[in-house]
């Protein structure tokens, strides 16, 4: 059956290729440091209860966190997301993201690995709002 639009699927993973999967993989066996403190936090209470993925496959994007439950992906961005031609793709991305009805929040490595309470805190408010 053909979509009336391509980038619209109700599924939880919104029509992604399989190379996506490939490369969703690839990353969740290497994780980096901040992912790591992060998916430990979500594994959790309160957290636990709205089942996080870690890098989740959604349309031509992986997510780095995910929740199907709450239509929510968490980002965890490194210093690349500063530079002018990443912020462009990332908010082509956010766009094309949005338009799913996902909401994403961001946050940056140093935030997760020396700010950790008050990334939870932010979370959770996303969450309960």
């Known amino acids: 059956m053909k979509k009336d639009n391509p980038y619209h699927d109700n599924s939880m993973w919104k029509g992604a290729p399989a190379e996506i999967f490939r490369r969703a993989e690839h990353l969740r ?3 980096t440091e901040a992912e790591k403190l992060l998916w430990a936090e979500l594994q959790l209470d309160p957290f636990k ?6 890098q989740h496959p959604i349309h031509q994007f992986i997510a780095d966190f995910y929740s199907h439950k709450l239509n929510l992906i968490i980002e965890v961005d490194g210093d690349y997301h500063n530079k002018p031609e990443q912020q462009l793709k990332d908010k082509l991305r ?3 993201i949005q338009f799913q009805k996902i909401e994403i929040i961001r946050f940056t490595n140093q935030q997760i690995k020396h700010e950790m309470e008050n990334v939870l805190k932010s979370l959770l408010e996303k969450i309960l709002t």
């Open 29 to 31: 066996n290497n994780p």
């Open 49 to 54: 209860k709205y089942h996080f993925r870690r």
């Open 94 to 96: 956010t766009d094309l």
